[in-house]
């Protein structure tokens, strides 16, 4: 079944909420006309947040809506939390980048524990008890109007950076340094996010980039996926390869059964996606069974990390035995990539570790890193 005629209603009242929040932005927060204020980091909206029962002792939480840039430099709307440590001097900031959750609004970590995802909450309880704030975007499109441009890294990594200025604008006692830190989507945001920071980030001073499992050269991963049980990740980038470049029709690419089971790309979540599409062969995913080439390059002009140089010290955190993004992947490809620029890589393997574990394994070490990048 085609979404067609089930998305243009949902995408004409996104622009219509979209362009009365923009509008808002103004009032809400300083009072001023709304024109002079649609600046990247301006708050709209916060409120106390409710934090996973790991966080609670930890921090103080405020959920903020807050603007961002489209890659194409529109200036949109983005949702996340503000997490302030209840201990240490706060005046600090690390960005965590969560891991992908899905499509839908109701997939935004900051507004559903339910996708608030245990290595997240691993990682992040690390990162306050070394006392620095935490911002957790959700990336645009989770939580806001519009469609949520996934494995677009310039969105994520916009939204990533504007969240710190979010955070500033919240309180001014906050430091300009701050550190990138990401899990897989958020990983590769992060990257991304360090490649753009010299000439989107302003006053702020980015020390550091972590990347845990960091999604990258998608031109080798896309083509792998038909026919395993990934097959959701590849349904997901179409659609968010579609937010960037409109000639990309999603329903054009998949083949009859994946189309039937679109319904899931908003009802549900990662799992239920995954879920979804997990059974079919790669004739039932995609038309003709494979991506065609153009497709390829595309996911790999707007998804590929390392494209420009990076600007500060780099963390790669990769499992052996990671099921997502294959350690080969990043070992043999990623690392001689970011190689390339001069910045300082380090590369830590972590035997026998899957995707998520990667992350619990090394919230230690990754606190250790970022502690030495703003010492």
Excluded at 29 to 36: E, F, H, L, S
Excluded at 332 to 354: I, S
């Amino acid at each position: 079944m085609s979404t067609a005629h089930l998305r243009r209603p949902a995408v004409r009242w996104a622009a219509v909420l979209q362009t009365v929040l923009l509008a808002l932005a103004g009032l809400l927060v300083t009072g001023a006309p709304a024109a002079a204020s649609l600046v990247p980091g301006t708050v709209v909206t916060a409120s106390t947040a409710t934090l996973p029962a790991e966080l609670v002792p930890l921090a103080n939480g405020k959920r903020i809506s807050y603007l961002t840039t489209a890659p194409g430099g529109a200036i949109t709307a983005a949702t996340g939390l503000v997490l302030t440590p209840k201990t240490g001097k706060k005046n600090k900031t690390v960005v965590w980048g969560h891991g992908s959750t899905g499509l839908a609004d109701q997939c935004a970590p900051s507004a559903s524990q339910a996708v608030f995802w245990p290595e997240a909450r691993a990682a992040i309880a690390a990162l306050l008890g070394k006392g620095w704030t935490v911002t957790a975007p959700d990336y645009p499109g989770l939580g806001t109007p519009a469609a949520h441009p996934y494995l677009i890294g310039e969105s994520a990594g916009r939204s990533m950076i504007d969240s710190v200025k979010a955070a500033r604008n919240l309180d001014a006692a906050l430091s300009t340094q701050y550190v990138l830190d990401g899990h897989s989507q958020g990983g590769q945001g992060a990257l991304f996010a360090g490649q753009l920071a010299p000439s989107y980030d302003g006053p702020l001073v980015l020390r550091g980039v972590a990347a845990i499992a960091p999604v990258s050269n998608l031109d080798v991963l896309a083509p792998a996926i038909p026919g395993t049980p990934g097959q959701g990740y590849l349904v997901m980038a179409l659609y968010g390869l579609s937010t960037q470049d409109p000639s990309v029709n999603p329903n054009a690419l998949l083949a009859g059964p994946a189309r039937q089971r679109a319904s899931v790309l908003q009802s549900g979540c990662l799992y239920e996606i995954l879920d979804a599409y997990a059974s079919l062969t790669a004739e039932e995913l995609l038309v003709g069974g494979a991506l065609p080439d153009a497709v390829v390059a595309k996911l790999a002009r707007y998804g590929n990390p390392a494209q420009s140089t990076p600007s500060v010290p780099m963390l790669i955190v990769q499992g052996t035995a990671d099921e997502a993004v294959p350690y080969e992947v990043t070992r043999d490809l990623l690392l001689p990539q970011l190689a390339v620029y001069r910045q300082p890589v380090e590369f830590v393997t972590v035997e026998g570790a899957n995707h998520d574990e990667a992350v619990f394994r090394t919230v230690d070490v990754v606190a250790r890193w970022i502690a030495a990048r703003f010492g």
